[in-house]
């Protein structure tokens, strides 16, 4: 009797998709089993018999290369294989890559730091199921200044619509006059979870970046960066076994200090929750940011403007002040011809 698979894990371990993208692309009618459309999750591969296709393309297990890659995501690069407004994706840095690697997990379009890039399903379903509990670990710089109060919220956590959002730990990393880094430790893996934390909160997020899943991190890597592993060093790094259950004491430890939030020690500004923040908000930012440059280049226009006219002005009265000179002079001069005539 034939070996089967479930199709969706079988069109993951063929490299196509995450085994949850692969479910998208089974109910959209989008997989053939031998010619005939399937939209039924429940559907079943049998290996050496059946011939699976994906948008028509034919796929096979035989020729699989299993690729593990670790990329720092640098900021304004898209998570995902292609977009469709043209602009820059993960995928342009890792074009020497012969086989076709997705994505585990998002960093969104502003977002930035570590995210593991693979062709092996298992192993991406391992790193992100929920079930599984590895801490990510986040670096945060929200615009103004953090007290205790507001710590003790983002602490808490928050109801949403998503539900309820509650960081596994949450703590002040550097604190500044108008900005604050904060580091958020995550074991859920829901969208966008930190920027809707914060904005719960109030808080306005001006940089994201993702320092390590589990023990594997990028602190020490460079935007654009990448490294490549085998299956056990990623699960390794990351504090897994082959299997994927977790390895105690693996957590990456950041050796940034916390910062101690006192009345006395809360720096001279604004605090982070001020509304007024809210225009440099994600679904505002480039306006905001477009704005700002703008006004930027009015305000040097305007200051060459009148730095031109104080120029002129000066000049004019450089110009009057040596008429003035010379009429003084040539009255001078007609005086004295006028004395000598009279003499």
Known sequence: MATQLRLQKYIADCGITSRRKAEDLIVQGRVKINGVTVTELGSKVNLGEDIVFVDGQTLSLDHVQRIYVVLNKPRAFMTTL???EGRQTVMDLLKEFPERIYP????????????????????????IHPSN??????????????SQDILRKLRNGVQTEEGFLKPKAVRVIKQMNTKTWLEFRL??????????????VGLTVDKLRRIAIGGLTVDKMGPGKYRTFTKRQLLEEIGMDTNG????????????????LTRRSLPEGTLADDPNFQVYRKETYFTTIKTLEQRKKEEAKQERREAYEAKEEAHQKRVIKKKNRQRKKEAEKAEKMSVTWLK
Not at 246 to 253: A, G, W, Y
Request: glycine share 8%.
């Open 187 to 200: 074991t859920g893996g829901k969208n966008r979870e930190i920027r809707r934390i914060c904005e719960a």
């Open 245 to 260: 259950r977790l390895i105690k004491d693996k957590e990456f430890q950041s050796s940034k200090k916390t910062v101690k």
């Open 104 to 127: 585990v997990g998002r960093l969104d379009y502003l977002s930035e730091g570590l995210l593991i890039l693979t062709n092996d399903g298992d192993v991406a379903n391992m790193i």
């Open 82 to 84: 292609n977009d469709p």
């Open 133 to 146: 509990q590895v801490t990510k670990v986040y670096e945060v710089k929200v615009f103004g200044v953090i």
